[in-house]
């Protein structure tokens, strides 16, 4: 697993500039890859939370590190979960807490996340301006997600693949090592789930 702060991209900047930076053709396939990177590991994460194969304790160590992937460590992050029962799909919208909650109580012995294609990441586009003139750019990454459900001797109970779309933000950040790009993930939306 990756640490989120070893992975940001930092840039130092000259006190004495008062403008915000504009992002270069450089930094955007940079942050591309990064938002592709936070998505596989949000998704390791995941896997590890629903697995019974944890304990409750490594459980609740992986929620807290995926909310760090998250705009404002998911405090305001939706989260639409879809499953089929019947050849009919259903969805609900949960708030990323509830999410992970539900997660680390599924009735599987092991559960497996993963991207079965590759994930698309789109233009990032400015959006604006935080509270501090800092520059704040989004994007949507799509993604198909690979749902599998294990019993105890290993067989397959559900499984599914779902397009998802994932809202992502990059912002400027100041810290102790200076001025650095944060990349974060917002709500995640489903267009299509099918059983496999």
């Not at 994460?45 to 304790?57: H, L, P, R, V």
């Not at 003139?133 to 599998?148: D, H, L, M, S, V």
């Amino acid at each position: 697993m990756h640490s989120a702060s070893a992975t940001e991209v930092i840039l130092f900047q000259d006190s004495v500039k008062k403008t915000p930076h504009v992002l270069t053709a450089d930094e955007l396939e940079l942050f591309r890859q990064r938002t592709i990177d936070k998505i596989n590991e949000v998704q390791e994460y995941f896997s590890e939370i629903a697995s019974s194969e944890n304990d409750m304790d490594s459980r609740k160590l992986y929620m807290d590190l995926s909310l760090d992937h998250f705009i404002n460590r998911g405090k305001d992050v939706n989260m639409e979960v879809s499953f089929v029962k019947n050849g009919v799909e259903k969805r609900a919208y949960r708030p990323l807490d509830a999410y992970l909650q539900k997660l680390a109580t599924l009735p599987y012995a092991k559960v497996v996340i993963k991207a079965s294609k590759s994930c698309v990441v789109s233009n990032f586009l400015k959006k604006g301006v935080d509270e501090n003139g800092k520059a704040i750019y989004t994007a949507t990454a799509t993604i198909y997600q690979e749902f599998e459900a294990l019993d105890k001797e290993g067989e397959t109970v559900y499984k599914d693949v779902t397009k998802k779309t994932v809202e992502v933000e990059v912002r400027e950040v100041k810290d102790l090592f200076g001025t650095r790009w944060s990349v974060l993930l917002g709500d995640i939306s489903v267009a299509q789930t099918r059983t496999t």
